[in-house]
C-alpha cells in the first residue's frame, strides 16, 4: 500500500526558514517521480518540484527551495529558506510515473498524495 506523510510545517516569519519531511512507505522513492505540491487558500494546487534523477523547480521557488532524498530512510525532505508570505499554503508530497518528465509541473501526472502539512509565513 503507497503511503506518503507529510510533516514539519508550522508558523515562521517572513524571511525564515522550515524544513519539510515527506516518508513513503509501499514504493521506492528512488524508482519514481516524486513531487511536492502547495495549495493556498482560494487558489489551486501548484506542482513547484520534482525529483527523479534530477531535481526540477518552478521559478517562483528556485534558489530559495531545495529538495533531497534519503535513499536509505526513503524520506524526500524540502528545505525552505527566505521565506515569503506568499508561501503560506498545505504542502504535500506525492508520486508519479518512473520520470518527472518535461510536463513534471502537470498536477495530473501524480496519483498518490500525502495528508498535507501546513506552513504559515508571517510575521
Known amino acids: 500500500q503507497v503511503q506518503l506523510v507529510e510533516s514539519g510545517g508550522g508558523l515562521v516569519q517572513p524571511g525564515g526558514s522550515l524544513r519539510l519531511s515527506c516518508v513513503a512507505s509501499g514504493f521506492t522513492m528512488a524508482n519514481f517521480a516524486v513531487a511536492w505540491f502547495r495549495q493556498a487558500p482560494g487558489k489551486e494546487r501548484e506542482v513547484f518540484s520534482c525529483m527523479d534523477s534530477g531535481t526540477y523547480y518552478l521559478d517562483s521557488v528556485k534558489g530559495r527551495f531545495t529538495v533531497s532524498r534519503d535513499n536509505a530512510e526513503n524520506t524526500m525532505y524540502l528545505q525552505m529558506d527566505s521565506l515569503k508570505p506568499e508561501d503560506t499554503a498545505i504542502y504535500y508530497c506525492?508520486?508519479?510515473?518512473?520520470?518527472?518528465?518535461?510536463?513534471?509541473?502537470?498536477?495530473?501526472?501524480?496519483?498518490?498524495w500525502g495528508q498535507g502539512t501546513q506552513v504559515t509565513v508571517s510575521s
Open positions: 506525492a508520486l508519479g510515473p518512473s520520470l518527472c518528465g518535461y510536463r513534471w509541473s502537470t498536477s495530473g501526472r501524480y496519483h498518490a
